[in-house]
């Protein structure tokens, strides 16, 4: 009688235990959201945004003033090695060793201007792109919430898709009204290191 008991018992700790197991799934699914995606081609936003494009015109002006700046800088220090090589055999060997150390200096500061200019075009690129990010994420916000949708994933990570979910063109409509264009600014210059093989100045 009691081995039926507590088989009876049993029984129905189990059923209980089943019953909150499946309310509780019932629950958390009711709590899940249908998915419902939409897929935007940054590649192309990227390309076709009035501000993209603007900021590709920028960028290639300012390129091209530094590299004309630099290739200048880059002959003259050319032409200035093959004066020196004139004058191995003509100037005594410590004149000679101090025109080559002056030289060296020159072409240490040249490669010094080189890696920092083109830190100063890379964070200004960077700075144009996060602006444009701050203007987009509202946008995209908006757009999911016009469509009903609960995830927006980028058309790169998409192998297939159905017509009608692309909302690319629609970003770009939307971006190009809040922000046509934007400053490409370069930073400001740090200051001036001493160049590697400069004198050290001496104490008095």
Do not use: C
Not at 36 to 47: C, L
Not at 157 to 170: K, M, W
Not at 187 to 194: G, H, I, N, Y
């Amino acid at each position: 009688m009691n081995n039926i008991m507590n088989v009876k018992n049993i029984s129905i700790a189990l059923l209980t235990m089943l019953t909150v197991f499946l309310v509780n799934n019932v629950a958390f699914s009711q709590e899940i959201p249908v998915a419902k995606i939409i897929v935007i081609d940054n590649r192309v936003i990227s390309t076709n945004a009035a501000v993209a494009k603007d900021i590709n015109r920028q960028t290639a002006q300012i390129k091209a003033t530094m590299e004309a700046e630099l290739q200048t800088k880059e002959n003259a220090l050319r032409a200035e090695q093959e004066d020196l090589k004139t004058k191995i055999n003509i100037i005594p060997q410590e004149s000679y060793n101090q025109l080559q150390q002056a030289f060296q200096v020159k072409v240490n500061q040249y490669q010094q201007e080189v890696q920092i200019k083109s830190r100063q075009l890379e964070t200004a690129i960077v700075n144009a792109n996060n602006a444009i990010e701050r203007e987009l994420k509202p946008i995209l916000q908006k757009i999911l919430k016009d469509t009903g949708a609960t995830m927006m994933l980028d058309k790169n990570l998409i192998r297939e898709q159905i017509p009608g979910l692309d909302v690319t063109t629609r970003v770009i409509e939307q971006l190009d009204l809040v922000m046509p264009s934007t400053t490409v600014s370069l930073p400001p210059l740090p200051e001036a290191a001493p160049a590697a093989g400069a004198a050290a100045p001496q104490e008095n």
